[in-house]
């Protein structure tokens, strides 16, 4: 008769001490305490006071909601992009940068190789900048409302978010950002242009002047540049104390794949560069990021077709009764709801018209806000149809 073979013992890291029987009853997860309060005690009380950043997308028809392009990339694009990635050496890490990338983009944007840092998304970059500039306490100046990742980010870095409220119709307050930029003595300036979500740009001269009258480092955040408005690009040969962020998010279509970059003086570049993670960006990325640059013309070709969206959009919304329109030199466009409640025009806009786009009106100075992503010439008019009957119904 054949014998079957043994079990092997526990190891015995598994085995129950003699002396205590095995607990049935965990009072949380993998025994933690259920409120996790032991843990919670050692998280800092600046990040534990923090709203995380997180979006809640439903699934929509038209999906307006996070200023994507509403194109995807070119099929040739793809197939180069794949056919590079297929040839790569997946068990090898990639490069920090290939240096053929770096001298494409030093073209592509008119600066030096060794100026360029790229990374996970252009947030990377934002999160490297704050986190080698940034002592406990020291203050960050940005203009209010603004990209919610700069607040975060200051918090959780210890440091202290100085907002300074937009103008008029969300125009820029220079003068104001000065002002708070020397009272409280600001170790960064951060300006948005054009700013999300609101859509103003800079107006020309803004830049120099900050960099003249205030001792920060000023981080001008351009990832809707290409849409609308003036680039701090040309100072970058004047100061050492800007930093430039571009992303190939917005207006050449590569969210999905998160490619961004820092533009700076070499030397502050090599500082930033200490603040990112090693091997950040993906081998599949790194390739869609050079195809991207040899298919500049067709990607332009798409931003420049929104901008002429765009246009409609506002001619669209500004014929409707019961809501403001602001202006925007953005892929986006922000309006303010006069006779019905944001949130409900935010609820029947998906509900009833599949149209979702973004409810901002939780935001300081943005109350009965939203924000509407520019889309394809069929969803500016599904946009101008859904909102017309929505204003219509309670007139």
Known sequence: MSRQPASPPDPPALRAPA?????????GPAGASPDGAEGLALIKPAVRAQGAYTLSAPAARRKLNQNESPWDA?????????????????QRYPEFAPPELLEALAAHYGWVADGV???NGSNELIQATLAVSLEAGDVVVAPAPTFSLYRLLTGVLGGRYHPVPLGPGFGYDVDALIEAAVRERARVVVLNS???PTGSALPEGAVERVLEETGALVVCDEAYQEFGGPTALPLLAESSRLVVLR??????GLAGLRFGL???????????AKGKLPYNVNLVTLAAAAAALRHGPALEEHARRLVEHRARLVSRLQALPGIAVYPSAANFVLIRCVRLPAPEVFRRLLNDHGILVRDVSSGAGLAQCLRISVGTAEDVEAVGDALG??????R
């Not at 070119?74 to 997946?90: F, G, I, N, S, Y």
């Not at 009957?389 to 309670?394: A, D, S």
């Open 19 to 27: 002396d205590r029987p095995p607990s049935h009853a965990p009072s």
């Open 74 to 90: 070119p099929a040739e694009l793809k197939r180069e992009v794949l056919a590079a990635a297929q040839a790569a050496p997946w």
């Open 117 to 119: 840092l790229v990374g």
């Open 194 to 196: 054009p700013n999300n």
């Open 247 to 252: 992303t190939f998010s917005k207006a050449l």
């Open 262 to 272: 820092a533009l700076a003086h070499p030397a502050v570049a090599r500082e930033i």
């Open 389 to 394: 009957e929505i204003l219509e119904e309670e």
